[in-house]
């Protein structure tokens, strides 16, 4: 793998590491005060982890087999072509994100680890369908043809790159939480304000980076 393809997949994972909806819900359990937040947060986590990873692994399968079928005839000259086409689409949508509609943060009903999976389903749902960067850095490991003894750390690290500013907030508000409770609880009510605000630009520098790597 080499230096260029890290620099992208590492600016990519960056990007996914400003999900509204996963800091959102981290924010409503470490302001809840209650017992056992531990525990509850890192069941979320790795629940929204595994469904990520599961998808990934299951997107490069399917492109890695569809392109060993028809790599004779395309030499992977379709997926450069696709990315770039899907880089100017999203720089092109970005500017037409309305800024104003307000976004859905999931929170669990009742304390049990049952319901806090479940919203740890619900957040892959929601963010599934706008995981940009994601689908970008797969589409980048399908077009190197990269071998899964490569692309499945890549992959793993990735996922886990997405949850990291979750653990950092809880190391944090574990530290410092007589000063950070105030700050955290404006921060959670402006993610609900400003969602899609994030989306835009990370449509956009999504854009960017996929014009430029098929260039």
């Not at 944090?172 to 304000?193: A, H, Q």
């Amino acid at each position: 793998m080499g230096t260029e393809l890290l620099l992208y997949l590492g600016s990519l994972a960056l990007l996914d590491t400003l999900s509204p909806t996963i800091i959102g819900v981290t924010l409503f359990l470490l302001l809840r005060n209650k017992s056992g937040i531990a525990s509850r947060l890192f069941t979320y986590l790795l629940t929204v982890a595994t469904l990520y990873a599961a998808l990934g692994i299951g997107l490069m399968l399917s492109f890695t087999f569809i392109l060993d079928a028809f790599s004779s005839l395309t030499e992977h000259v379709i997926v450069t072509r696709t990315l770039f086409g899907i880089g100017v689409i999203l720089f092109t949508l970005s500017f037409f994100i309305p800024a104003s509609k307000k976004r859905y943060i999931p929170v669990p009903k009742t304390e049990s680890l049952l319901s806090i999976i479940l919203i740890g389903l619900t957040t892959f749902l929601i963010e599934a369908g706008t995981a940009f960067p994601y689908f970008a850095a797969i589409g980048l490991m399908t077009s190197e043809e990269l071998p899964m003894y490569q692309w499945l750390p890549a992959l793993i690290v990735y996922t886990l790159v997405m949850v990291l500013p979750a653990v950092l907030l809880f190391i944090g508000y574990r530290l410092l939480r007589k000063w950070l409770e105030g700050p955290l609880e404006r921060l959670r009510m402006k993610l609900t304000e400003q969602s899609n605000s994030v989306l835009s630009w990370v449509m956009c520098i999504v854009g960017i980076l996929l014009i430029l790597n098929t260039i």
